[in-house]
């Protein structure tokens, strides 16, 4: 059985803390599935960059020397993130659409939002024995960086800011993607759940 490594994220853009995690995960792990969240969203506050998007700045920030490790799924979100009553249903959804794609029960959930959360989605369900947490503090991680602050820092056009905490992709299409969020901001689409 291969050691997996699974890390979910939106990356609403990805950040140097997300190359963290997949870096850490390869490093650990024989093949790595980064799990792209909120595939069926765009134009929202919370997701304005298409899936294509994000898709590509992932595998152009991707170190040369892990790509050969790393596969790339998309999910879509059927409900809303803070509906507390979807957590454990949103947990089974989660893991058996990786198990599909990976092929086996077990894998290494690397995650940076606390334990507290994923006990939420898989605590108490039949599928909790099969996944490995392999936890990251994100307050410590970057200074807490999060793709939140990445956007407000779009908003207020701060390069430097985007300079310090992106990989190169991001700094390369600040402009564009500056230029988008703006269009999102001054006329977002409605998040919804299917």
Not at 154 to 168: M, S, W
């Amino acid at each position: 059985m291969n050691k997996i490594g699974v890390f979910l994220a939106r990356m609403q853009p990805i950040h140097n803390a997300h190359l963290y995690m997949v870096t850490k995960a390869c490093e650990e792990c024989d093949k790595v599935v980064v799990v792209l969240g909120s595939e069926n969203k765009k134009d929202t506050l919370r997701n304005p960059f298409t899936i294509e998007k994000r898709k590509e700045m992932l595998l152009v920030s991707l170190p040369e020397q892990y790509r050969s490790k790393i596969s790339v799924y998309e999910i879509p979100d059927w409900s809303m993130e803070s509906k507390v009553e979807d957590y454990k249903i949103w947990g089974r959804y989660f893991y058996y659409n990786v198990v599909s794609r990976i092929n086996q029960k077990h894998f290494y959930l690397y995650y940076s939002d606390g334990k507290e959360m994923l006990d939420n989605w898989f605590e108490d369900t039949e599928v909790r024995q099969y996944i490995t947490y392999k936890l990251f503090e994100r307050n410590k991680l970057y200074e807490g960086l999060s793709a939140t602050k990445i956007r407000d820092a779009f908003k207020n056009n701060d390069k430097e800011y985007i300079k310090l905490f992106c990989p190169k992709v991001v700094l390369n299409q600040f402009d564009y993607l500056r230029n988008y969020y703006l269009e999102v901001l001054n006329d977002p689409v409605e998040d919804y759940e299917m």
